[in-house]
């Protein structure tokens, strides 16, 4: 065991708190925390992401993440970032492009209606807001069956032209309620949104700096990671969930984080961030 390994585990005794606590509170996984205080930094995601899990960890057991750092840079590794192949699930993946498919063909369907339903708004308001002339010139009279009182019993039933037709009712507008995204707190170096008025997470994620190293967690049932590795600059990312989910990035500034149509600001420095997106079913 390091020497930086014994000092963080000696604060974290102090604070009774366990590696499944000190799991849950920094989202990092235990088989780290556990290679962190043995200085085993090789099973780390990679060297450039070390610094920011034991920055962590200082954070969690009250120490001074950067007096640390500054204390042991000779024995933490050089921050360079280690490319790792994205690993992903089949089933995921097979899951995902099936439910895009689905989505894409209802969101034409429902487009194509919404063109009709306007179309038809429009003409029906157009006409209703046109005054109508006293003997329109080219609108056909309305034919009544009106006995003539002047006419003696036995004459036939001369036609009588009723000029007023009943105006058409314009219909109801149509209300659409539009998903809202929010943030809520930010606690524990972890940022919560919550995500209203929509059954379903769609994220987005463009690295638009240099290579960053991420991981998203899907929140159901049971916690399962869906994905994590580093990602080069202009790689493009997305995700549908129908649960809320955890993220992790390793440089919040090399990152374009879009909610639901929503832009999640993750901040102009290149620290490590946390993302908690909760949704909110209707």
Known sequence: MSDLGQLLRKARLEKKISLEDLQESTKIRKRYLEAIEDGNYKILPGNFYVRAFIKSYAEAVG??????????????????PDHIEPTRSKRTTRNTERMGKWVS????????????????????????SKPHEANPVNEPNRVTDKVDPNANSGSVTTPVYDKKAPAVPAPPPVSVVKTEVKLVKSQGGTDY?????????????????????MQIDSLG??????EQGTF??????????????????????????????????????PNAKRVQIDLQKV
């Open 105 to 128: 063909t209802v969101m034409m369907i429902a487009f194509f209606v919404l063109i009709l339903g306007i179309i038809y708004y429009y003409i029906i308001t157009n006409y209703n």
């Open 193 to 213: 949104y919550l995500v209203s008025n929509a059954d379903k997470l769609m994220i987005q994620m463009k690295v638009v700096g240099d290579a960053c190293w």
């Open 232 to 269: 080069t600059k202009g790689k493009e990312q997305s995700w549908e969930l129908t649960n809320s989910a955890f993220m992790i990035f390793g440089r919040s500034n090399a990152v374009e984080l879009n909610v639901n149509g929503t832009l999640i600001v993750l901040g102009d420095t």
């Open 63 to 80: 120490l001074e993440p950067n007096e640390i750092l500054s204390l042991y840079q000779n024995v933490i590794p050089a921050a360079e």
């Open 221 to 226: 049932e049971q916690r399962d990671m869906l």
